[in-house]
């Protein structure tokens, strides 16, 4: 359980395709910045950080852990260590799964999908609330679950393009990237973990093939 909630919160998602830092108090929102990913995406952040909290005094950091982009959860959390090492604050971790879920009105039957840029995306159903295990989805398991008596209502990065075409319910957050963060854990700050990279597969990495002797 983190105790610090009346303190200034600094979240960072870099788990997509977007780079997000927001600052907020007490449940309030005080500055939020998100920017596209360019190829410098290690210099990107520390700008958005500082624009963000300019000379305010930072009390916990909370990161997106994933799942999502391997270079940008590695690049996040790794950012995010840094931070809280040198300004000596507390540092947590929030997957996107929980963040987006929180994010929404509450029903008894959610599907939260996570954009993965391949064939499938990440998905986690959350039936009354408790999670189910996450998962990879193809766009045709999708098509056999809204073909259920009672499908799930969606949610999530996840959603457009990957499902265009099909008829299903909908939550749209009103938040975004980091601010999905700062919000779930103004709601409930048990909902936060250790800083641990959060993968539901392995990273696509092709190593060179060294000449034969």
Partial sequence: MVKCTSGKLLTIDTTGWNCSVALWEKGHELSFLERSFDKDQAALLPRLVQEVIGQQKIDIILVNIGPGSFTGI??????A???????????????SFIATYTSIESAEDVLVLIDARRSDVFAQRFLRGLPQAPQNLT??????ILASPKPPILTGSGIHPFLDGLFFKEAVSPWKGAQKLAHAFFKNSALVCNPFPFYLREADVTCPQLPRA
Avoid: Y
């Avoid at 590695?74 to 950012?79: E, P």
């Avoid at 766009?139 to 056999?144: A, G, P």
């Fill in 139 to 144: 766009r045709q398991d999708l098509e056999e």
């Fill in 81 to 95: 260590k840094g931070l809280a090492m040198g300004w000596n604050v507390p540092l947590k971790g929030m997957n």
């Fill in 74 to 79: 590695r690049l996040g959390i790794a950012f």
